[in-house]
């Protein structure tokens, strides 16, 4: 809930009351590059699908015909692999065909790929290609870095319903992307053009439209890969239209798998286990020949070189992938070591982070209980057997030095993200990315392993699943943290649903207790501010702002807050300072151009006001609290008809709770002017 304040002249407590609950390429000296063949390019990437629930991976459970269609017209790779179970990382890899190490993104939020990092759609589009992306989830959006290279970069989410907090959802289903990629193609007029559909539907929770949600009720997460199949089905049709099958290329890969429960994981991103490693890979076009079926691992970072050769070019220097073009004539291709890491468990959730190598026969886990898992004879990876091989061990360690880059312990620091971006990552349960923050990636600390049950709590308080109580759900994470009481994901988990349920002051102890507990950043501050606010304790807020603005500079949102505290304690030169500074770092701020408009009433300037409200509006058509005030100031110039708008707009957009005391006063003046 946001700050709410009351003021004095009837004008400005209303503007003050609406504001703070608102508040919440080629370089030189490079051989020039070879030339392409004009082939058109499309890539599919499916977020968190597991290649045994596809019918062309033997999978007889589930309806797939278009990705079986696909599979039959060219290669499957019945071992493709990824390098790290998250999304952003693992597309980084697919479009460099770098490792994680190199490449430098490391988890999902608080990593953004580098512009000088040459991607597929950078070579392309150097070339004379069109590229267009089209995304699907918050998780891929430009700030990350994947826009370089992309002329069009759809990353538009849809907008949340009345009175939601923040702008845009954080994902859409595969249809409305589809609908998005179709417009683009029809628009294409014989340029040679890369195309990059991202589908998310797979990704927790489970929630499939009609029919699959009937016809799969008791495997929802197959039905949400049944209703992805049939998007591309469209997409496919539409591609007919526009490039015919010998002078296209067609690519279908997921990032990742999904535990579902296997080893104790719910989702991805804890394990380095097949269930998450492994991934559907699919190949079709001019120079893959049809219903071939690929044994040998083939890896994420063999994406991008394998595209190129099929497009009659090397990749580029320093790729650390290879072409799987050579298995197609029977050949061997260079793929027996894949690289993997997840560096999740150690930023989001306080434990060690994993390192692997995998093998066709191998998979070494650095861990600290590390794992040697035989996948020729036991691919479920049930029984570990690093006691019975010592030898390989060797073998594999030093395989994994060397592909990870590893010469002692390595440094990583996040990036901090804007409020809303945090706001898009958390509900779909990731936390990177609340404050810049060092990490040492020594692999020491809590092995994953060990804490099989507080993931299982962690999961039952989450998942719509069975539908629990929000006490119940609450009773869940105050068990798990009890287990495990330096685990930042669950502090951030409790204290949404605290807040939720109205516990204010159970949330603030909780947040008081993460900070005591070394769970230091941006995200903890600015909550313990908007909580002490409530509580009527404006200066511990300021104070408690203060610090998240120093932390995270990024994180507008709480600065906003800050600018409301000091308004409502007379510190009108503060509030402006900070409203400048929101300004400076996001331009595009509708918050810091309405509370600029607040002050300009205080100076009883209305012209200015005016102009910094219909600023707001411009740049935030859903910003209730600016569409308010400028109401107010066209009733109060005699502009009726505006004024009435003004109004009707706030009224259609207001949270009815959260603008409980505000609402009935436009109604009753909304009744004056009509």
Request: some cysteine; proline content about 8%.
């Amino acid at each position: 809930m946001r700050p709410s304040f009351p003021g004095s002249p009837k004008m400005l407590w209303w503007c003050l009351c609406v504001l703070a609950a608102g508040v919440a390429c080629h370089r030189s000296g490079e051989p020039a590059p070879q030339p392409l063949r004009p082939l058109n390019v499309v890539v599919i990437t499916i977020d968190t699908l597991r290649p045994d629930h596809l019918r062309c991976y033997g999978y007889p459970r589930i309806e797939t015909p278009t990705l079986d269609r696909i599979a039959q017209s060219g290669a499957l790779f019945e071992n493709g692999v990824t390098q790290t179970p998250l999304t952003p990382p693992s597309h980084a890899s697919i479009f460099t065909g770098l490792n994680p190490p190199t490449h430098k993104v490391r988890d999902t939020g608080g990593f953004v790929l580098s512009p000088s990092t040459p991607t597929l759609a950078t070579l392309l589009q150097q070339r004379g290609w069109d590229t267009a992306a089209f995304i699907s989830s918050s998780v891929l959006k430009r700030r990350f870095g994947f826009a370089h290279g992309f002329a069009v970069y759809d990353d538009q989410m849809p907008r949340p319903g009345k009175g939601h907090e923040f702008l845009e959802d954080a994902e859409r289903r595969a249809g409305d992307t589809v609908d998005r990629a179709v417009q683009w193609l029809d628009q294409r007029s014989g340029k040679p053009f890369f195309l990059w559909v991202h589908l998310y539907d797979p990704h927790t929770p489970y929630d499939p439209p009609s029919p699959y949600r009937e016809q799969y009720k008791d495997r929802p997460y197959d039905g949400e890969i049944a209703y992805t199949d049939r998007e591309i089905g469209r997409l496919m049709d539409s591609l007919k239209g526009k490039s015919p099958p010998d002078k296209t290329l067609v690519a279908v890969l997921s990032d990742h798998g999904e535990s579902l429960g296997e080893h104790g994981e719910y989702s991805h991103g804890v394990f380095l286990y097949d269930s998450t490693l492994r991934i559907a890979f699919l190949l079709a076009g001019p120079g893959v020949p049809s219903g071939m079926r690929v044994k040998p691992q083939a890896r994420t970072i063999d994406f991008l070189p394998t595209i190129l050769e099929l497009m009659g070019s090397a990749a580029p220097p320093g790729i650390e992938g290879v072409s799987l073009v050579p298995f197609f004539s029977g050949k061997d291709a260079d793929t027996a070591i894949s690289y993997a890491e997840t560096l999740y468990p150690k930023i989001n959730l306080g434990w060690a982070e994993l390192r692997g190598i995998r093998t066709n026969q191998w998979k070494y886990i650095r861990a600290p209980r590390p794992e040697l898992y035989d996948l020729a004879r036991d691919p479920g990876e049930t029984a570990n057997v690093l006691a019975e091989h010592p030898s390989e061990v060797r073998k594999l360690e030093a395989h994994l030095a060397a592909a990870g880059r590893l010469a002692g312990p390595e440094k990583v620091e996040t990036t901090p993200m804007d409020e809303k971006t945090l706001a898009q990552l958390k509900t779909l349960g990731y936390t990177s990315g609340f404050s810049s923050r060092s990490f040492s990636l020594n692999g020491q600390g809590v092995d994953p392993k060990d804490r099989l049950a507080v993931l299982k709590l962690m999961d039952a308080a989450e998942q719509p699943r069975p539908p629990l109580s929000e006490p119940r759900r609450i009773e869940l994470l105050q068990q798990a943290i009890r287990m495990d009481p330096t685990n930042p994901l669950l502090y951030y988990s409790l204290g949404s649903k605290l807040e939720k349920s109205g516990r204010y002051d159970d949330a603030m102890k909780l947040y008081r207790a993460a900070l005591a507990k070394g769970i230091e950043n941006g995200r903890l501050r600015s909550r313990l501010g908007d909580l002490l606010v409530r509580s009527g304790k404006k200066a511990e807020a300021i104070a408690e702002y203060e610090k998240a603005a120093v932390i995270n500079p990024a994180d507008v949102a709480s600065q906003a807050n800050l600018a409301t505290a000091y308004l409502e304690l007379g510190r009108p030169a503060d509030a402006e300072r900070v409203y400048r500074a929101i300004v400076a770092i996001e331009p595009s701020s509708g918050a810091a151009q309405n509370g600029l408009g607040v002050l300009a009433i205080q100076r009883q300037d209305g012209t200015a006001a005016r102009g910094y409200f219909e600023k707001a509006i411009e740049l935030d058509p859903d910003l209730v609290e600016a569409h308010l005030n400028l109401g107010l100031l066209y009733q109060m110039a005699g502009e009726r008809s505006r004024a009435r708008a003004c109004f009707e707009r706030f009224l259609a957009k207001a949270s009815p709770r959260q603008y409980a005391a505000v609402i009935p006063k436009v109604r009753a003046a909304l009744a004056e002017l009509q």
